[in-house]
């Protein structure tokens, strides 16, 4: 039976800092794709919509003139959606709705003494870019997990962009248009790629009877190598949520795990490209050729097998055995995968000593598919050992929090003079005058 995964034998022992080489993920140059980028961020800085254009007619074959789509292509795109699909979408909507308003942050305040208060609040960013890719999928998920936080976190202005398709005339694809109208949102523009990235950051003037695009303060979504190179080179004008690579899932298991189910959950992450990471981590030699069989049963019958072979090959795939349940989670926490599957015995019992996962899903009926569309937590997560120090795009990502200084007169009194000694000793006198002035004669 032919074999498309390797398996890595590490019962003999790691260390922790092997871990990340022994299971390379697939090699993402975003320094290579920086140049090639810059020149066009450039070009749409200073040419605007005509810049745009000009590239998405070169490099995908489709004029997405206007650029804007209006409000009647939205709803005509809602009015077509397959009525099952809309109420599919419509309980994704739902369950991330729910829960991204329970983790709305609350503020506090704090009195120290008699007139000194400091409260914290969490304010939403002024206007967000929600990017929203195109290419070997579509992706209407993006557009729910991107906007329904942001809206949850009170964001004023949203703004959609998508990838111009050819096989629809220059407009985003239809699915994604509806999803955009069933959630409200209105400004959505038809561009793709570095480009649209560019286009959040500086805007586009008004062109042809068509209005301007105002920048936006953050942007948020998925793309492709060249979408996060843009990303990287225009942070600090713009907010960013992160550079996401490609998708990521590590499963670990000891001996009561289905290996059937093991094998269509790697191979449902593995579909979405050549460089994505499938990974089991488990210390039973039974688990691992018996994934290995159900692997070459499973990866035959799916839709995307070329794509699947290609990842499930790669360097930054394989079936891993431990020594112990022990150096599983221990590998499993030095890798950090963007999605950790548990199946274990009890894999609750686990949790304590899980400490670096994008998203953990417990058990074999909390597949990483289901986080993808209708768990109601966020899709949009941390890759290639971001987890160790990010977190998922959530409702928090749309928020600032904010300090408010609450003083009076007797408040300030008491430590006016301690203010005046610090400044002093940090060779700031200027600093204590502004506190001591306030109480000359």
Do not use: C
């Not at 579509?138 to 009170?154: H, K, L, R």
């Amino acid at each position: 039976m032919t074999s498309y995964i390797r398996k890595v034998d590490l019962r003999s022992g790691f260390s922790t800092q092997q871990v990340n080489s022994l299971v390379p993920r697939a090699r993402v140059d975003v320094a290579k794709a920086l140049e090639s980028v810059l020149p066009l961020i450039s070009d749409v800085a200073d040419r605007g919509v005509a810049a745009v254009i000009d590239v998405t007619v070169a490099r995908d074959g489709v004029n997405p003139w206007p650029l804007r789509v209006s409000e009647s292509e939205l709803q005509d795109a809602l009015n077509n959606l397959d009525p099952e699909l809309r109420a599919a979408i419509a309980i994704s909507i739902d369950r991330v709705r729910a829960v991204s308003h329970a983790n709305l942050p609350t503020g506090t305040s704090v009195t120290l003494a008699d007139g000194a208060l400091v409260h914290q609040r969490w304010a939403p960013v002024d206007s967000v870019g929600l990017y929203v890719p195109g290419g070997k999928a579509v992706y209407p998920s993006s557009v729910v997990m991107n906007v329904v936080p942001a809206q949850a976190a009170g964001v004023p202005r949203l703004v959609i962009a998508s990838p111009a398709q050819a096989d629809f005339g220059g407009r985003p694809h239809p699915t994604v248009l509806a999803t955009a109208a069933m959630l409200g949102v209105t400004e959505v523009y038809s561009m793709g790629g570095p480009a649209a990235i560019a286009a959040f950051a500086h805007g586009l003037a008004a062109f042809e009877g068509a209005p301007a695009l105002e920048p936006v303060k953050l942007v948020t979504g998925p793309g492709n190598i060249y979408v996060t190179a843009a990303k990287r080179a225009l942070r600090g004008r713009i907010g960013i949520d992160a550079e996401a690579g490609t998708t990521e899932i590590l499963i670990l298991a000891d001996d009561s795990a289905d290996p059937r189910l093991i094998a269509y959950d790697l191979v449902s992450q593995a579909e979405h490209d050549e460089a994505a990471a499938a990974v089991l981590v488990t210390h039973s030699a039974a688990l691992v050729d018996a994934v290995a069989e159900e692997l070459a049963l499973v990866v035959v019958s799916t839709r995307h097998r070329e794509r699947v072979i290609s990842a499930l090959e790669g360097l930054q795939s394989a079936l891993v055995l431990t020594a112990s349940l022990e150096d599983s989670l221990r590998f499993t926490n030095e890798y950090a995968t963007e999605h950790l599957e548990v199946h274990t015995a009890d894999p609750r019992e686990l949790m304590g000593q899980i400490t670096n996962a994008g998203a953990i899903f417990l058990g074999k009926y909390s597949p990483v598919s289901l986080g993808d569309y209708m768990a109601g937590s966020s899709h949009v997560l941390p890759t290639g050992e971001a987890a160790k120090y990010s977190s998922g795009l959530g409702v928090h990502s749309f928020l600032r929090a904010q300090q408010i200084i609450d003083y009076n007169r007797a408040g300030l009194s008491p430590i006016a003079t301690a203010v005046a000694h610090f400044a002093n000793a940090e060779g700031l006198p200027a600093h204590g005058d502004a506190i001591t002035a306030r109480f000359d004669n």
